[in-house]
């Protein structure tokens, strides 16, 4: 199978697009690319890649979200393989809206599963998209900065870029 990779630089480094000539299968920071790699060998099995400089429009989109266009990123097709539940999880988290946070919990009762917090939280973490399929939008129950894939200060950041309602405590800081 022939995928294609493009990379662009953003206020929060280096990001990396996979996509087929459909759909898009991955995006992480140029600084996990080896994981993403791995989840890709996961999820897909063998695979080729190809350098391409804007599958599917993917790079023209992410870099109008960075510059304030919230609906930039929707609407882009996705090609997530995961489990029944993990595909639930991303599929619900496309539907948090720009500019909004939900805890753990709070998807987990979205999805009619309200003890499957910590699933919850082991799907967002294997979430292949980064940004796409807004993971960085789920917070603690207390409104605490949680883990992000790709740390705290980008999900800091993405948060405070998104204007995060009701702003979070943690983003009143600088500390990661």
Do not use: E, Q, S, T
């Given at each position: 199978m022939v995928l294609y990779q493009a990379e662009c630089v953003s206020p929060i480094g280096g990001?990396?697009?996979i996509s087929d000539t459909t759909q898009l299968w991955a995006v992480d920071y140029a600084d996990y690319v080896e994981r993403?790699?791995?989840r890709l060998q996961r999820h897909h099995g063998d695979y080729q890649l190809r350098r391409a400089?804007?599958?599917?429009g993917a790079i023209q989109r992410l870099q109008a979200y960075f510059a304030g266009d919230w609906q930039a990123l929707a609407g882009l097709p996705v090609a997530t393989r995961g489990t029944v539940f993990q595909q639930q999880v991303w599929s619900e988290l496309r539907q948090i809206p720009v500019g909004t946070t939900v805890s753990y919990q709070q998807?987990?009762?979205?999805?009619?599963?309200?003890r499957a917090c910590r699933a919850v939280g082991l799907a967002n973490a294997a979430n292949p998209l980064a940004?796409?399929?807004?993971?960085?939008?789920?917070i603690g129950s207390q409104q605490e900065l949680t883990g992000y894939s790709g740390g705290l200060k980008r999900k800091r950041w993405l948060l405070k870029h998104e204007n995060a309602s009701p702003l979070p405590a943690f983003l009143h800081t600088d500390r990661a």
């Open positions: 990001i990396v697009v993403m790699y791995r400089i804007d599958p599917l998807l987990a009762v979205r999805l009619g599963r309200p940004i796409v399929v807004p993971c960085h939008r789920v």
